[in-house]
C-alpha cells in the first residue's frame, strides 16, 4: 500500500501570496488531519477533515483553510502570507472512525519558506 | 479541546541507561495515547500505543504506563542505544505534545 504523500515537498513564497498544499491519503484511510511543525513548537494541529467535512479545528486564524474531496485527498490553502507562517507542513491519515483513536500515518510534509 | 503537556523538552543519557518521557492530558474522554517518534528529517513514526482499559503496554525495551485517574501517562525506554536518539511526541484526540528531543550518548 503507498504511503500518504503531499506534494510539492518545497515551496518559496513571498509575503502576502496565498499557497496551496495537497496531501493524499492511504488509500481507504477517511480522516486526514494537517499539522504545522517549527522548530520548538512540536506539532500544532491546525484542522481535520472526515468525508470532506472538518470534523474539528485548532487555533490557527482564518488564512488557513482546507477541505476534503470525495477521493479523501485533501488541500490546505494559506492566504495572505505572513513571514511566521514558515514551517513544515504535516498531513497524517487514520482509518477509524473515531477522531484520535487510532494511529496516524504521516506524510513526508511541504517545507514552506515564506520571504 | 484536548490540551497535552510533554516533560522535559529535552533529554541526554549515557548509553544503556533508562530514559523516561512523561505527558498530561486535559481531557477525561480521551482513551487512545499514542507514542511518536521522529529521527532527524524524517516524518513521525508511531512507537507505541495504549488504550484507556489497558495500564501498561510493553514492546522490547519500550514501554507505555496510564494513570486515568491522574490524567498522565509515560514513555520508558530501556537500555537506551545512540539509535534511540531523536525528538518523542505524546498525543490524545489527534493533539500533539511539544515533544522531547532525547539524545542517547555512546
Known amino acids: 500500500k503507498a504511503g500518504v504523500t503531499q506534494t510539492p515537498r518545497y515551496l518559496i513564497k513571498t509575503r502576502g501570496q496565498q499557497v496551496t498544499l495537497s496531501c493524499s491519503p492511504i488509500s481507504g484511510h477517511r480522516s486526514v488531519s494537517w499539522y504545522q511543525q517549527t522548530p520548538g513548537q512540536g506539532l500544532q494541529f491546525l484542522f481535520e477533515?472526515?468525508?470532506?467535512?472538518?470534523?474539528n479545528k485548532g487555533n490557527f486564524p482564518g488564512r488557513f483553510s482546507g477541505r476534503q474531496f470525495s477521493n479523501s485527498r485533501s488541500e490546505m490553502n494559506v492566504s495572505t502570507l505572513e513571514l511566521g507562517d514558515s514551517a513544515l507542513y504535516l498531513c497524517a491519515s487514520s482509518l477509524v472512525l473515531e477522531r484520535g483513536m487510532d494511529e496516524q500515518f504521516f506524510g513526508p510534509g511541504t517545507r514552506l519558506t515564506v520571504l | 479541546g484536548e490540551n497535552v503537556e510533554q516533560h522535559p523538552s529535552t533529554l541526554s543519557v549515557q548509553e544503556g541507561d533508562s530514559a523516561v518521557i512523561k505527558c498530561t492530558y486535559s481531557d477525561s474522554a480521551s482513551n487512545y495515547f499514542p507514542w511518536y517518534k521522529q529521527e532527524l528529517g524524517k516524518r513521525p513514526q508511531l512507537i507505541i500505543d495504549i488504550r484507556s482499559n489497558v495500564g501498561e503496554k510493553k514492546d522490547q525495551r519500550i514501554a507505555v504506563t496510564l494513570n486515568k485517574t491522574a490524567k498522565h501517562f509515560s514513555l520508558h525506554i530501556t537500555e537506551t542505544q545512540p539509535e534511540d536518539s531523536a525528538v518523542y511526541f505524546c498525543?490524545?484526540?489527534?493533539?500533539f505534545g511539544a515533544g522531547t528531543r532525547l539524545t542517547v550518548k555512546p
Open positions: 477533515y472526515f468525508s470532506e467535512t472538518q470534523r
Open positions: 498525543a490524545a484526540q489527534a493533539r
